[in-house]
């Protein structure tokens, strides 16, 4: 069973930035497109970014130009570097296959305030 352990919410002013850690198996990492999703209370949940085995990014349009990914070199770990905050970021964040096939984690908390 794949476990996913997200980390590194928190609340942050407008403008801020914040990176989250997402843990998960190597394999996962090296199998599948990995992706970052959030929820937004009242809203469905939606794929922001993502990263390919190979390292192709891809992000959402409201995120495009101020979130980025990364790896840790062990390839165990991706983070999500969001820089330039806005109250509409805030969201429960989690991480899971493009496709969501996995058990979802508990996520991290993002709160961005004027």
């Known amino acids: 069973q794949v476990l996913f352990v997200e980390s590194g919410g928190g609340s942050v002013q407008v403008g801020g930035s914040l990176r989250l850690s997402c843990s998960a198996s190597?394999?996962?990492?090296?199998?599948?497109?990995v992706g970052w999703y959030r929820q937004a209370p009242g809203k469905q949940r939606e794929l922001v970014a993502s990263?390919?085995?190979?390292?192709?990014?891809k992000f959402a349009d409201s995120v495009q130009g101020r979130f980025a990914l990364s790896r840790d070199s062990t390839n165990s770990t991706l983070f999500l570097l969001m820089n330039n905050l806005k109250p509409e970021d805030t969201a429960v964040y989690y991480c899971?296959?493009?496709?969501?096939?996995?058990?979802w984690g508990q996520g991290t908390l993002v709160t961005v305030s004027a």
């Open positions: 190597i394999v996962v990492f090296r199998s599948f497109r």
């Open positions: 990263i390919s085995p190979s390292g192709a990014t």
């Open positions: 899971n296959t493009d496709s969501g096939g996995y058990a």
